[in-house]
């Protein structure tokens, strides 16, 4: 479905720094910009399917070659 274009190291901090916002999310609830947090579902979301669409606009791959 989606080219895979985020490698090992990068897909790593992405699901880190993604979780992170999201317990900040739920750890701030009394916060007026609780919301902003929510942000944490994108690096999470690319993380995890391990594809970037700006990545594939830019032309951008973390991804290792593959050996022919």
């Known amino acids: 479905m989606f080219k895979k274009n985020v490698g090992g190291i990068d897909r790593v901090l992405r699901i880190v720094v ?17 919301w902003a947090y929510l942000i944490g579902i ?4 690319t993380g995890l399917i391990s594809s970037c669409p700006l990545y594939s606009i830019l032309g951008l791959s973390t991804c290792p070659m593959k050996k022919a």
């Not at 993604?18 to 750890?27: I, R, S, W």
């Not at 994108?42 to 979301?45: D, S, Y």
């Open 18 to 34: 993604g979780l992170a916002l999201l317990a900040g999310f739920f750890l701030n609830a009394d916060g007026a910009y609780r």
């Open 42 to 45: 994108v690096p999470l979301a």
